[in-house]
């Protein structure tokens, strides 16, 4: 989820020197052509599924997030601008391009959502109220399961995903106030036998998107505020960080990196806010493909989250701004899976 701050920092690496040297060896064609092809990745049309939300006229406008397949074959997806009272969570079907209302309240604000792969339980991050909330998929029996302060401070999760255990991982974001503010965005794990909270890294600029790579070795973490995919490799139980680095540097101009998602290739899906596309990278940091929305369609601003249904290649994004919340579908690289499936 993002809050529109206006505030960027991207960084570039050195890899400049290896572009050009890409550049002048496939004008000679060979095996360096491969090499000219990976500078310029596929473009893809995303395609307009479905009107879910209508403008809204309030200073952070009408924002769909956090899309997820439920067993029942659904999308399921959180309205994080919704009023009180008015659907937080719906639940699409895509063959009828119908919506049900799944959930509400009057006072949180959900900015994704995932399925535990322990309870089958629908788990949703309430970024107003600091808390993260669990609901059985028709929406009955809401729980608590995280909440207050963690390692002595409020938290404010945005995104979340589990591990094959249960456990969740969570990006507790906090805005860096540029130009001299030191990062204090954090990642949270909270067990899944006790429910304690404890933080796996600091000093981050404003962590939004995660998700686990292949192996459930590494976190692919969104950093909002640094226009960055920082990898955090984590121990075998998961419950300490060894080591990490940023992965892609994503040169966003006006957008911020958001919500991101893995397929079973590896690749990194970069869902992106401030322009409606996502950005597809590999697990070695090739720029493989973009995906847009067509200018045709309105003034949308955002494509911040999305979800490829497991086991196809079929990809969903949620997409919002000025003309109201929508649903595109587009081709994803490879299968989906679990981690593919929200956050």
Known sequence: ??????????????????????????????PAGRAGEQRHPKEQKARQVLHVAEPRDQPAGTLLEGPTF????????????????????????????????VYTDDSGAYTSAQFSPVDGRLYLTDYAGGRI???????????????????GRPMRPDDLTFDDAGNMYVTDSSFTTYPDAEPSGRVLRFDVDTGEG?????????????????????????????????????????????????????????????????????????????EAKVLVYAPDGTHKATIT??????????????????????????????????????????EGVRQSNGG
């Open 70 to 101: 439920g067993d029942d074959g659904r999308l399921y997806l959180v309205d994080v601008t919704a009023p009180p009272g008015g659907p937080k969570v719906v639940a699409v079907d895509l063959a009828t391009r119908e919506t049900d209302p």
């Open 198 to 274: 404890t933080v796996l890294a600091d000093h981050q600029p404003n962590p939004n998107g995660i998700s686990f790579d292949l192996d459930g070795g590494a976190l692919w973490v969104s950093q909002l505020d640094a226009n960055r995919i920082d990898r955090l490799t984590v121990t075998e139980d998961g419950t300490a960080v060894t080591a990490g680095h940023s992965g892609m540097y994503v040169d966003g101009g006006t957008a911020q990196t958001d919500s991101n998602a893995v397929d079973a290739a590896g690749n990194v899906y970069q869902g992106m806010h401030g």
């Open 133 to 151: 909330l669990s609901v059985t998929p028709d929406g009955e029996d809401p729980e608590v399961v995280a909440g207050g302060p963690v390692d």
């Open 293 to 334: 929305v067509p200018e045709k369609d309105g003034d949308l601003k955002s494509a911040t989250n999305l979800a490829i249904r497991p086991g196809t290649t079929d990809g969903y994004v949620t997409v919002s701004g000025p003309a109201g919340g929508y649903v595109y579908r587009f081709d994803a690289l490879a």
């Open 1 to 30: 989820m993002t809050r529109d701050s206006g505030r960027r920092a991207p960084a570039v690496g050195a890899a400049v020197v290896m572009l050009v040297l890409a550049g002048c060896a496939s004008d000679s064609g060979g």
